[in-house]
């Protein structure tokens, strides 16, 4: 289809107490630039029950105006509904581009919406600009296994769509702001909902890691050299209040599980202290850690790669320095 405007969405998901996940509200910081940089506004597309505190937020980041679609069909995620309420509001508003958060709703909803706008979708974008010539979206991604960066364009078709990461961007400082609020009413009959949740499960082992809000994370890899090793990451993370993070080797050896691996094939994170211990820095683990605001490496080996993205480095063996670590920082504190 062809855009009526040069304006950019960025789609807001919504919990199930109509709060905003985080992602949808760090998105508003690239939209803001691409909103800019193409000539258009930056609108937020609220779906869910009750969104007040969602419409409050992306007002105060940045947002010009926001389409809200409300109603309890709307409140836990449904593929059928919120497919609906998007390319009804695309094809009504006519947007040129559009940011969607990798959760994974994120990214059950992307790919559907765009096949049914018949448009395309890159997916897990870890950088964003617009491209001075054709002043389509560039979207950035890793390819062949994270060996290679790929910017990718979306010429013919609009709206360009990608998804995004939790954690690949920083959110706004919040302001009064100054959108627009428009509430859109996108009627659902149940019949159009083809699954029903029955029952929502926590996943116990790992539902409640939030490496992606973690200010400080500690992480280990195969030099802690088993899952017992594990132990000393947790004291040091523990002493700091920080979240236990970890490479793909000691996800893989069953050491800890997925829901704490950082990287390419886990979670992004942007905290203000990491701290990697017994990690090598193979690239698909600092694609996850490289927007961390300060990077502590703690290695055996000079040389490891990690080494050269590390603010500072700890040549030595882990288990001898992180508990002296935790014993300095306990008395510092006493
Ligand atoms: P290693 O590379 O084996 O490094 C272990 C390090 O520990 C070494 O540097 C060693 O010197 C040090 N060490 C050993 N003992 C001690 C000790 N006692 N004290 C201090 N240091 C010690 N990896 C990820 O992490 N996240 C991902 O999301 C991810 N996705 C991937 C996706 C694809 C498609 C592919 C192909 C790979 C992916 N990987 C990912 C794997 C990645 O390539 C590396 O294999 C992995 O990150 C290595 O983990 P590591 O650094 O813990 O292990």
Request: a negative charge; charged letters at 25%.
């Amino acid at each position: 289809m062809e855009a009526k405007t040069k304006d950019l969405w960025v789609f807001i998901e919504t919990n199930e107490d109509g709060s905003p996940k985080n992602v949808g509200i760090e998105l508003l910081t690239p939209g803001r630039m691409i909103a800019d940089k193409q000539g258009g506004e930056l609108v937020a597309i609220v779906i869910g029950n009750n969104v007040g505190v969602a419409v409050k937020e992306a007002t105060e980041h940045d947002a010009d105006r926001i389409i809200s679609v409300e109603g309890e069909e709307y409140q836990t995620y449904s593929t059928d509904a919120y497919t609906k309420a998007i390319c009804t509001l695309v094809e009504k508003y006519g947007p040129t581009s559009m940011l969607i958060g990798a959760t994974n709703n994120g990214r059950d909803l992307g790919p559907r919406v765009s096949c049914r706008l018949k448009t395309g979708l890159t997916a897990d974008c870890t950088a964003l600009d617009v491209d001075e010539e054709t002043g389509n979206v560039a979207w950035t991604r890793p390819a062949f296994g994270g060996n290679l960066m790929a910017t990718i364009q979306c010429p013919n078709h609009r709206p360009q769509i990608g998804t995004v990461r939790p954690g690949v961007f920083k959110k706004s400082i919040a302001s009064e702001g100054h959108a627009v609020s428009i509430r859109e009413n996108i009627a659902i009959d149940p019949s159009e909902i083809r699954t029903k949740v029955l029952e929502v499960l926590r996943d116990v082992e790992g539902g409640d890691v939030d490496l992606e809000g973690a200010e400080i994370i500690v992480s280990g890899g195969r030099g802690v050299g088993g899952p017992e090793g594990f132990d000393t990451i947790k004291a040091l993370a523990d002493v700091l209040g920080a979240t236990v993070g970890a490479s793909r080797a000691a996800v893989d050896s069953g050491w800890i599980s997925h829901a704490h691996q950082v990287g390419q094939t886990g979670k992004t994170v942007g905290p203000k202290l990491y701290i990697a211990c017994g990690i090598s820095g193979a690239i698909q683990h600092l694609a996850g850690m490289s927007g961390s605001d300060c990077v502590v490496a703690i290695n055996k080996d000079a040389d490891a790669p990690i080494f050269d993205v590390a603010d500072y480095g700890l040549v030595g063996n882990l288990f001898e320095v992180l508990p002296i670590l935790v014993e300095e920082i306990k008395k510092a504190r006493a």
